[in-house]
């Protein structure tokens, strides 16, 4: 039966039933859509919470959002799940989980005087705020104000952050204006003020998410920022090192293989230490490269216009997170120039050590054949005296047996007969030595 001759209501069962779909299909297709921006209609204040609860703190992190959605009869994530946005009450709450660190996202919506006077977080119970795992390393308190308010002079503003080191621009093609100054104010928290200008709502939660995660970023790079500095002295301490090894290897061309082999040994602990930091600092150095890298594609994400007399964010992450991330750059170069020079010198050491010891193993060599040289001369000279000795019992023997046949009357001439027998005793004895010498030969070959 044709597909035109099933009935209307089983077509579309049929056509799905029809392919064997892969069974990553959906959740490859729903992936992209996983984690959408918040549509937010200004006035809205909002709270973002980064806790660095590590790379193996997933279930914890879920089971505290889930605890949270019990408390206010929440629908609770499924299990593994590591996004949810949903609508608690008194509060909006979108919860990401990430590589290594949680983000809460507090929104609440309405009116207010003060921007920063009160938080999202007032309505969050205090309890499950103080379990949440992790320390804390990204908190903001975030203001959008609508556009029908009354702007605030730019005194005003300043006072809200409490000094002139404002950084702000117009983003979103001039839609929204914005300002912070990245510094953590005596609350804990840095200060985002925001002006709606000509936002729509989805506009204005990607606006959002784009600030909030470029603050939570900055930080996660800059984390490597602290390793880095505090790795440079010990390369020092590394790269002087590895030059007195390299002097010492070139300050005398005549060494003994036990002092390089010495020189070898303290090369090898060297280059153990190099892949230590390596291993314990490969990590975040990574990290911080990609979000880095993060940083700047959401900035430009912003579509920044610059407000007269204040630098842009891009203009401050210019000069104050590109060369915190040259650092930790730099730092990684040198690490791994230091184990590339450390393995070269080990190779030419280890040439040297090879050089030496096969030097050494020829001199024994030469000292094994001219032993066996000589035992092979003692050897024929205790042949020679075996011979004689042998011959000399063996003639002693036959000496009875021709007095024998003397005294019987057989033998007239003794002494004539032993006189004949010598040179064939002597012979017999010889020949018969070098067949059994011969023999033992064939058998070790």
Known sequence: ???????PEHRVETVYGAFNDHPLRQEVNDEVHARPHEALEAPVQVTHLGMLSGRRAGEADLEAITDLCRRFGVTPPHSGAEHLSADFGPFRLKWERRTEISTYTFFVEGAFDEPF??????QVPFDWLYAVPGPRLVGVHLAL???WSVPRSNATIQRLFGNDQLVGSHITGGAARVWTDFRIQDDGFTRILMRDVNLRSRQAG??????LEIETYRMMALLAFPVARQLNPKL???EERLAWITEHMTRQRRRSASDEQVLLGRLTELAAQVERIGNNTNYRFHAAS???ELVQRLIQELREQRIQGVQTIQEFMERRLVPAMRTCETATARRESLSQRIARTGDLLRTRVDVALEAQNRDLLDSMNRRADLQFRLQETVEGLSVAAISYYLMGLLSYLLKAGHDAGWIPRVELYQGLLVPIVVFSIWLLIRIVRHRIARKEL
């Open 1 to 7: 039966m044709s597909l035109m001759d099933a009935p």
């Open 117 to 122: 006077a009160s938080s999202p977080l007032d």
């Open 145 to 147: 104000e609508p556009a």
């Open 206 to 211: 990607r606006a959002v998410q784009r600030l």
């Open 236 to 238: 020092n301490e590394l």
């Open 290 to 292: 990609a979000y880095f």
